[in-house]
């Protein structure tokens, strides 16, 4: 029959007019606050115009969803109060995370002087959290100074 479409037509049409409308299958990951600090060694704030601490969690993907990473600035002090993956200062993804650290220069290309290499790649910082849900997640992190 022409120009009649069967149930299972209809229901991908639904199913693809959900999606570019936003009615997408809920986030299976929830979030939780996380706040800290990044210092030196020796307690003093890392020496460049901006540095990022990045979150990255080691959890697995939940069907075809894969969980993002979490953003936080440092202020001048090395603190930083919130962090954000999916909204701003929404937190991060419970669970173990690898922490790196990016520190960036006033025009924002790579600060190398001021954190080690190792703490710039995931698969080398020795730094990691457990982020926990609905817990206390303060972190102070000691970074060591780059050549």
Not at 56 to 69: D, F, L, M, S
Not at 103 to 122: I, T
Not at 125 to 135: K, Q, Y
Request: net charge negative; hydrophobic share 40%.
């Amino acid at each position: 029959m022409r120009g009649r479409c069967s149930a299972t037509q209809a229901l991908c049409l639904i199913s693809t007019l959900g999606l570019w409308t936003g009615c997408a299958p809920e986030n299976p990951f929830s979030t939780s606050p996380v706040s800290g600090r990044v210092t030196y060694d020796d307690g003093q704030p890392i020496a460049a115009a901006t540095v990022i601490v990045h979150f990255i969690p080691q959890a697995p993907a939940v069907g075809n969803k894969h969980p993002q990473p979490a953003q936080a600035m440092l202020q001048p002090d090395g603190s930083f109060a919130f962090a954000s993956t999916f909204a701003r200062d929404d937190g991060a993804i419970p669970g173990h995370h690898k922490i790196v650290i990016e520190a960036m220069n006033a025009d924002y290309s790579p600060c190398p002087s001021a954190v080690d290499v190792q703490f710039s790649d995931p698969d080398q910082s020795p730094l990691s959290v457990e982020v926990l849900a609905g817990g206390e997640n303060h972190f102070e992190l000691s970074v060591v100074r780059g050549t």
